[in-house]
């Protein structure tokens, strides 16, 4: 096969009734484009037949590609993985749920191929969600809209085409806690949309459930905004000039012969402070806790196994691939394997 023009990078994640539907229609895609091209499906480490089929589709169309995580490193990571591992001079990114029509990835081409560096798809329409949904994520856009630093795009996935240019400079992006939507807003480049009308999802269920939509939407305040640690240093501002007033007040209360009875009063003041100075120390706690996690220096991902790819494809910072996992694999000399790994680069 020669070197595909277009890559597409698909993170799977328990998706067993969606796979084929999923891999006919993108088969379908291919063979209507102008070049060769790639699908890179990413697991990331399912629990159900979903490792199967896609080792399945790869035995029957080799442009399908395997890529399996050895455990669950979350839907940014695993997004990034399929992208370090594209080889394709346009990169698309797209969910496995066929909420994400593959259709309107030839509008995309069409408007790299005008120029355009990084080509996101704008919903129109959000089909088959509820209303608490649409009202957080509309909230959340709006939010993180205001309060972020770069101009993020509303109502804007993860699906987009990436030129070879913007992927590389993504690549240098390596960062623990990643929003990667907002992380392609920061680089720049010429960026336009398309704008298309999402489908209901086909079978299963969401993968992101309110608490993993909490982390996430934690995740893009935190990554591209300071204005909480700014209102933090204006709320110890603001509360400091009133307990200040407030002790001037009591002082001068006592001076003129009045007391204030009781000890409500007292306590409903005291826990009101004593919960904003919480409120304050967590807004910093979070942000501490994340140089925490990027000191540490982990790996983004490890990956188990290829299917379709080589193993030494590339040296890639903060990854390890099943050629690295080689010199893990031989002990030392006069010592046997530890049990639990067999083949080189595959841990059991």
């Keep these: 096969m020669s070197m595909p023009q277009y890559s597409f990078v698909i993170p799977v994640y328990n998706e067993e009734e969606t796979l084929e539907p999923l891999c006919q229609r993108i088969a379908a895609l291919l063979d ?26 790869h035995a029957r169309d080799a442009r399908f590609k395997v890529i399996g995580l050895s ?35 030839l509008e995309m081409i069409a408007k790299w191929k005008e120029g355009y560096h990084i080509v996101y798809a704008c919903r129109s329409r959000r089909a088959g969600e509820s209303w ?30 990436v030129d070879r240019a913007a992927l590389r400079a993504f690549q240098s992006l390596r960062e623990n806690n990643r929003y990667v ?7 720049g480049f010429q960026q336009t949309a398309v704008y298309y009308e999402r489908a209901e999802r086909f079978a299963g269920e969401t993968k992101y459930p309110l608490k993993k939509m909490l982390k996430f939407a934690t995740d893009g305040i935190v990554s591209f905004s300071n204005v909480p640690l700014q209102l ?50 967590g807004m910093m706690g979070e942000y501490v806790g994340r140089i925490y996690e990027e000191v540490k220096h982990r790996p983004l991902y490890i990956v188990r196994e290829m299917h379709g790819l080589a ?26 394997a530890p049990a639990g790994i067999d083949e080189i680069g595959s841990l059991v």
């Design 32 to 57: 209507q484009l102008d070049a060769p091209a790639e699908v890179l499906l990413v697991d990331d480490s399912s629990h159900d037949a979903s490792y199967r089929i896609m080792c399945d589709v």
């Design 71 to 105: 455990r669950n490193f979350g839907h940014q990571n695993a997004i990034t993985a399929g992208m370090d591992l594209a080889s394709g001079r346009a990169v698309v990114v797209m969910d496995a749920d066929l909420q994400d029509p593959p259709e309107v990835v």
């Design 132 to 161: 608490f949904k649409k009202s957080t994520a509309h909230l959340f856009y709006r939010l993180i809209g205001n309060l972020s630093t770069v101009p993020i795009p509303h109502d804007v996935g993860d699906f987009r085409l």
């Design 181 to 187: 939507r907002g992380m392609f807003s920061w680089l």
């Design 232 to 281: 933090a240093l204006n709320l110890g501002f603001l509360f400091s000039a009133l307990s200040f007033l407030t002790g001037i007040s009591a002082v001068a209360l006592k001076w003129m012969g009045y007391t204030i009875p009781g000890w409500t009063s007292q306590v409903l003041i005291l826990s009101f402070f004593f919960g904003v100075q919480l409120l304050v120390t």
């Design 311 to 336: 193993s030494d494809t590339r040296a890639l910072r903060r990854a390890v691939l099943p050629a690295d996992l080689d010199e893990w694999r031989r002990p030392p000399i006069g010592m046997r």
